[in-house]
């Protein structure tokens, strides 16, 4: 098992902080995803992976292109808010699974895959950008 110290950490007390906080750290991160979202130009027909999509924000900037996103996490408060945020938006072309993003098998189907501080936090990065 890896990554174990990490899914604590993220379905504990930063799990909650980040839920808390999210309305705050959307607003600050936003220049960096805007920049990011826009240079990445997903389009309607192509399929993103949001890598540690937290709450979110990332996702639904990708969404907003008409894409189909998947937005993978290990923190299940975290997924819950993003869930809760889709639905109360009728955002319909989004995806959210609680996933390991460094074990998982990835099929080459998908166009775009992004993170937004999502990728720093894996215990063997080596074997997961592999
Ligand atoms: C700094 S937060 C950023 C959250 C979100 N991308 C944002 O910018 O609002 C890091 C995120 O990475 C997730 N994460 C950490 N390790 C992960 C892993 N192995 N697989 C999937 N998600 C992971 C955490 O649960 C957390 O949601």
Redesign the pocket.
């Known amino acids: 098992m890896?990554?174990e110290a990490?899914?604590d950490?993220?379905?504990g007390p930063?799990?909650d902080v980040?839920v808390e906080a999210?309305g705050y750290?959307?607003q600050i991160?936003a220049p960096l995803?805007e920049l990011a979202t826009t240079h990445a130009a997903s389009q309607a027909n192509e399929r993103a992976i949001?890598?540690?999509?937290?709450?979110?924000?990332?996702t639904f900037a990708f969404a907003d292109s008409g894409c189909a996103v998947w937005g993978?996490?290990?923190?299940e408060p975290?997924l819950a808010k993003a869930k809760e945020r889709a639905k109360e938006q009728g955002i319909e072309n989004v995806a959210f699974s609680v996933?390991?993003?460094?074990?998982?098998d990835y099929t080459p189907d998908h166009d775009i895959v992004f993170?937004?501080?999502?990728?720093m936090?894996?215990d063997d990065p080596k074997a997961?950008f592999h």
Request: hydrophobic share 40%.
């Open positions: 890896s990554n990490q899914k950490f993220w379905n930063a799990g980040w999210q750290m959307d991160l995803s949001d890598v540690g999509c937290g709450c979110g924000a990332t993978v996490d290990i923190s975290m996933t390991d993003a460094a074990s998982q993170s937004r501080f999502g990728v936090f894996f997961a």
